[in-house]
Nanobody, 115 residues
C-alpha cells in the first residue's frame, strides 16, 4: 500500500520554527517531483512548495524566504523547514507528488501558529 505519513506539526508562537517530515512508503518516489500542500480552515488545499527530482525548488510568494523544502531520496522522505512562522501559516500540511495524485493524500500534520 502506497502512503504518505506526515509528522512534525504542532503549536508554535509567531516567529517560531517547525520542521515537517513526510515519509513515503510502498513506492519509490526518487523520480517524482514532490510537494508540500496546506489547507487552512474553510479554504481549499493549496501548494506551498515543490522540489524536482534534481533538487530544484519553487515556493509560493507567501512563504518565500521563510520555508525550505528538501528531500532525502535514500530515505524516500521530504522535509519542510518553516521559519518565521506567522498566524496565517496555520493549516493542516500534507505532502504528495507534484502534481498531486488524489490517491496519495495522507492524514496531514496540524500546524498552529499563535500570535
Amino acid at each position: 500500500q502506497v502512503q504518505m505519513v506526515e509528522s512534525g506539526g504542532g503549536l508554535v508562537q509567531a516567529g517560531g520554527s517547525l520542521r515537517l517530515s513526510c515519509a513515503a512508503s510502498g513506492s519509490d518516489f526518487r523520480f517524482n517531483a514532490m510537494g508540500w500542500y496546506r489547507q487552512a480552515p474553510g479554504k481549499q488545499r493549496d501548494l506551498v512548495a515543490h522540489i524536482t527530482p534534481g533538487g530544484s525548488t519553487n515556493y509560493v510568494d507567501s512563504v518565500k524566504g521563510r520555508f525550505t523544502i528538501s528531500r532525502d531520496k535514500a530515505k524516500n522522505t521530504v522535509y519542510l523547514q518553516m521559519n518565521s512562522l506567522k498566524p496565517e501559516d496555520t493549516a493542516v500540511y500534507y505532502c504528495n507528488t507534484f502534481p498531486a495524485f488524489g490517491g496519495l493524500w495522507g492524514q496531514g500534520t496540524q500546524v498552529t501558529v499563535s500570535s
